[in-house]
C-alpha cells in the first residue's frame, strides 16, 4: 500500500510538472498573443463599467448586450465624427501644402544652384518626383507598409472581437475560469477578479485623464502658434497619448506637417511643444495619476513600459502599465498578505 502511494505521489509530482512546463512552453509561444487577450479583457471591463453607468441612468433599459452594443455605437460613432472632421480639415489643406513644398524645393534648388562648385553639379531642371525612390525601392517600402498594416489590422480585429465577446457575456467566462480552481480557492479568486476589474477602471480613468490634458495643451500651445486646425490636431493628439511614447511621435508628424505652411520658426515652436508635452506627460502627468488612481510607483510605470516593449512587443507598450497594476494587486494578496504577512 505505502509502495503504490509513494507511486502515485511520484506520478502526481511529475503531471503537475509537465504541466507546468507545458503552460510555460505555450505562453513563451503564444507571448504575442498574451496582451491581446488582456487587452481585451481590459476594454471589456471598460465597456461594462460604462454599461453599469447606462443602467443607473436608465434602469431597466435593455439588457447586458443591449447596454454594451449602445456603448459600442456611441463611441464608434464619435471617432467616426472626429475621424471625418479631421480628414475634411486636412484634405481642405493638402492641395496648397503640396504646391507649398513644391515651391519650397524649388526655391533650395535654385539657391544650390548660385554656388559655384555645388550648382554645377545639378541637372538644369529638377523637379520633386525625381528625387523620390526608384521603383523597385517603392514597392520594397510598399509590401513592408502592406505587411505591417495587414498584421496591424488582424490583431485590432482580434482585439475587438474578443473585448466584445468577454463584454456581452462576462459572468460565463469568469465562471468558467472559476471552476477549473479547487473549492477552497474560488471565493478568493473571485474576489480578486472582481478588485482587478476595480483596478482596471481605475487605471482607465487615470489614463483618459491624461489623455485629456495630453490634448488641451497640445491644442491650446498650436493654436497660439499659429498652426492650422488646432482643435482636430489637439484632439489627434489625445486620442493617440493611449499609447506611450509611439503616440506622442504620432501627435506630433501632422502637426509639424502643416506647420510648414507657416515657415520654419513655428515648425521649431512644434518641435519644442512637442518635446516639452511629451517630457511632462511621460515622467510626471502619468506616473503621478497612475499613482494616485491605482497606486502604481512611478518609476514602476516607466520600467513597465520598457520591460512590455521588450517581451511583447508593440502591444506590450500600449498595455504595460495594466498588466503591471493587476500584478501587483495579485501579487501582493496571494504572496505578500497570504503567504509572508500570514
Known sequence: MEGSSFVRRVLLACAVVLVFVALSALM???????????????????????????????????????????????????????????????????MQFRDRIQESFQESVETLRDQPVIGEQLPEKEELPSMMPSSG????????????????LVDVL?????????????????????????????????????????????WMIGRLIAMALVGILFGVGLSFIGVPMPLELGVFAGLVTFIPNIGGVAAVVPALLLSFQEGTSAMVAVLVLYLAIQTVESYFITPMIQERQVELPPAMVI????????????????????????????????????????
Open 158 to 202: 482580434i482585439l475587438f472581437f474578443l473585448a466584445l465577446y468577454f463584454a456581452v457575456s462576462p459572468e460565463k467566462y469568469r465562471v468558467g475560469v472559476i471552476r477549473l480552481l479547487p473549492l477552497s480557492w474560488r471565493t478568493h479568486v473571485s474576489e480578486l477578479m472582481s478588485d482587478s476589474s476595480e483596478t482596471l477602471w481605475r
Open 303 to 342: 520600467l513597465a513600459q520598457i520591460l512590455g516593449g521588450i517581451i511583447f512587443g508593440f502591444w506590450g507598450v500600449v498595455f504595460a502599465t495594466p498588466m503591471v497594476a493587476v500584478s501587483m494587486l495579485w501579487i501582493n494578496r496571494l504572496y505578500v498578505e497570504e503567504w509572508l504577512e500570514a
Open 28 to 94: 513563451v509561444a503564444a507571448r504575442d498573443l498574451l496582451p491581446l487577450i488582456f487587452g481585451a479583457v481590459l476594454i471589456a471591463v471598460v465597456l461594462n463599467a460604462m454599461a453599469k453607468k447606462l443602467a443607473r441612468w436608465l434602469p431597466g433599459f435593455l439588457g447586458q448586450t443591449g447596454r454594451v452594443s449602445l456603448v459600442i455605437a456611441s463611441l464608434l460613432l464619435l471617432a467616426g465624427l472626429t475621424t471625418y472632421s479631421f480628414a475634411n480639415s486636412a484634405a481642405q489643406k493638402t
Open 137 to 152: 525601392k517603392s514597392l520594397g517600402l510598399l509590401k513592408n507598409f502592406f505587411t505591417s498594416t495587414f498584421g496591424g
